[in-house]
């Protein structure tokens, strides 16, 4: 699927400069359509909707109101049945949306979700883009690899990708060597389509060590592949997207 479709809801009542930055960054990449849906319903969407009417009108991006009103996860989950957009993006403030509604984002959406998280013990985001400076974490998994494929369509938006793999126990001299084998081809795969990467190993819980690269490299946003299959084996299990989805300081994009 291309990046021509994008589902923009929030429960805030002023959305974030970011976030209009990067809807505006997308139509560099293909979008096309951008529906807004707001938990007050869709009159106060559509009030939105004049404003990014002006705004995006001139790149041929159609803007539109969705009908729905009531609990924001809920509504989310009612409009996205299917995969018929590309992207669901989803900022709310915190106190607002609980953990298991949060799951059920990362869990139910049908496609690509990348999850906002507002709080004022947040910090506030950067005005660089959303896509400025990326860590994804990969273990080379069917989902990891569908996560980098969807990334890959962003490349022109990125200046800095760091690359993470995170170990959960120690490794021989010939697995270490291996795993920075695939470290280095995943880095010429993106360096090869212009982009700024570098690789690295973290060693503890896949979660709280992404979380914590995230801040070591001061990124503008997390990306991983989320596994809804939980018997099969990867970092990518639901409670690690999970806890990266209610915990990450920056916003985080999880691909099934």
């Not at 947040?122 to 996560?147: I, K, N, Q």
């Not at 690269?213 to 991983?224: G, H, P, S």
């Amino acid at each position: 699927m291309g990046l021509s479709r994008l589902l923009y809801a929030t429960n805030l009542e002023e959305p974030g400069n970011s976030l209009l930055g990067l809807v505006s960054d997308i139509t560099k990449v293909g979008l096309q359509e951008v529906a807004f849906l707001h938990a007050m319903g869709k009159n106060t969407a559509e009030r939105y909707c004049q404003d990014w009417q002006k705004r995006f009108g001139s790149q041929d991006v159609k803007v539109w109101a969705h009908g729905e009103e009531g609990d924001l996860v809920s509504s989310i989950l009612k409009v996205t049945t299917d995969d018929s957009f590309s992207l669901v993006v989803a900022e709310f403030d915190t106190r607002t949306v609980s953990k298991s509604a949060v799951r059920s984002l990362v869990k139910d959406v049908a496609g690509p979700v990348l999850i906002v998280r507002r709080s004022e013990e947040l910090l506030p985001y950067s005005d660089e883009g959303v896509f400025s400076r990326v860590v994804f974490a990969t273990d080379w998994s069917p989902v990891s690899e569908r996560a980098a494929s969807f990334l890959s369509g962003f490349n022109a938006l990125i200046k800095e990708l760091d690359i993470v793999n995170v170990i959960r126990e120690r490794l021989t001299v010939g697995e270490m060597r291996e795993l920075k084998t695939k470290l280095q081809e995943t880095r010429r795969a993106f360096s090869s389509r212009g982009v700024d990467a570098e690789f690295h190993i973290y060693a503890g819980r896949p979660a709280e060590e992404i979380m914590l690269a995230a801040r070591d490299y001061n990124v503008t946003l997390i990306v991983m592949g989320t596994n809804r299959k939980p018997f099969m084996r990867s970092i990518f299990s639901g409670s690690q997207s999970y806890k990266v989805a209610e915990e990450a300081v920056v916003p985080a994009l999880f691909i099934p």
